[in-house]
């Protein structure tokens, strides 16, 4: 979902809560599991969109980069293109460490997460109403 589109559902959703509060339509109490699952992935999806690119891995480009200096008269290869080592050995150690991104990604999700859901769950279970059709 697009960043937009995510802030849009967010704050559609708070201003559900803050309407039901003074006295508009409520959600329905069996609801606010899946409208809390929507809203706070929707949250995720907006704060954490940069932390969870993939496409500039930094241990992705690290080893392109060593390889190619590998291969290509370097540590172990000379002009002729014989190696004397695992240019892939070589480029993965060399790049032991640098961050691919994944695990800040999925602390960023988790984290967002466990922030968002139950503060939602607990707003929207104490504006909602219990049961179609009834006023309480």
């Known amino acids: 979902?697009?960043?937009?589109?995510?802030?849009?559902?967010?704050?559609?959703?708070?201003?559900?809560?803050?309407?039901?509060?003074?006295?508009?339509?409520?959600?329905?109490?069996?609801?606010?599991?899946?409208?809390?699952?929507?809203?706070?992935?929707?949250?995720?999806?907006?704060?954490?969109?940069?932390?969870c690119d993939y496409n500039n891995s930094g241990q992705a480009d690290c080893r392109r980069q060593l390889l190619k200096r590998c291969t290509t008269e370097g540590t172990?290869?000379?002009?002729?293109?014989?190696?004397?080592?695992?240019?892939?050995?070589?480029?993965?150690?060399?790049?032991?460490?640098?961050?691919?991104?994944?695990?800040r990604c999925g602390s960023c999700k988790l984290g967002r997460f466990n922030q968002c859901y139950p503060t939602c769950k607990n707003d929207c279970n104490n504006n909602c109403k219990k049961k179609k059709g009834c006023h309480a």
Request: hydrophobic residues 30%.
């Open 1 to 51: 979902m697009a960043a937009g589109g995510a802030s849009l559902l967010a704050f559609s959703f708070f201003s559900m809560l803050v309407m039901s509060s003074l006295g508009g339509p409520r959600p329905l109490c069996s609801d606010c599991e899946t409208l809390c699952r929507t809203n706070c992935d929707a949250e995720v999806e907006t704060l954490c969109g940069s932390t």
């Open 76 to 103: 172990c290869c000379s002009s002729n293109g014989t190696c004397t080592c695992d240019c892939n050995t070589v480029a993965q150690n060399g790049c032991f460490g640098v961050s691919d991104g994944y695990t």
